[in-house]
């Protein structure tokens, strides 16, 4: 089992930066490919970003590309996710999400993530 924290969540005003941690418990976070999601209130969860497990591969939402920025720190199993210049439309619940220790191919389809944390709300008003 993998239990998984969301930190770092907040109110910010357009244009501004927040940061988000996941934290994960167990020895083989290492192994596993970690993503980030969001769902906003009234529409279908999405796809953020997501990290390979050694960190050395990184995909993004064309919503998101060149603003926000993952990375992991696997010595403190941990991942981040790096928010700037925030839009009112980023206003979500933010979740990371982790696979399983042989990730899929597939890197942005929430049903190839096994593990979830309760998520972290981000508003960022205009």
């Known amino acids: 089992q993998v239990q998984l924290v969301e930190s770092g969540g907040g109110l910010v005003q357009a244009g501004g930066s927040l940061r988000l941690s996941c934290a994960a418990s167990?020895?083989?976070?290492?192994?596993?490919?970690m993503g980030w999601f969001r769902q906003a209130p009234g529409k279908e969860r999405e796809f953020v970003a997501a990290?390979?497990?050694?960190?050395?591969?990184?995909w993004y939402a064309d919503s998101v590309k060149g603003r926000f920025t993952i990375s992991r720190d696997n010595t403190k199993n941990t991942v981040y996710l790096q928010m700037n210049s925030l839009k009112p439309e980023d206003t979500a619940v933010y979740s990371c999400?982790?696979?399983?220790?042989?990730?899929?191919?597939?890197?942005?389809?929430?049903?190839?993530?096994?593990?979830w944390g309760q998520g972290t709300q981000v508003t960022v008003s205009s």
């Open positions: 999400a982790a696979t399983r220790t042989v990730p899929p191919a597939r890197f942005s389809l929430a049903a190839d993530y096994d593990y």
């Open positions: 167990g020895s083989t976070f290492s192994k596993r490919r």
């Open positions: 990290i390979s497990s050694s960190g050395g591969s990184t």
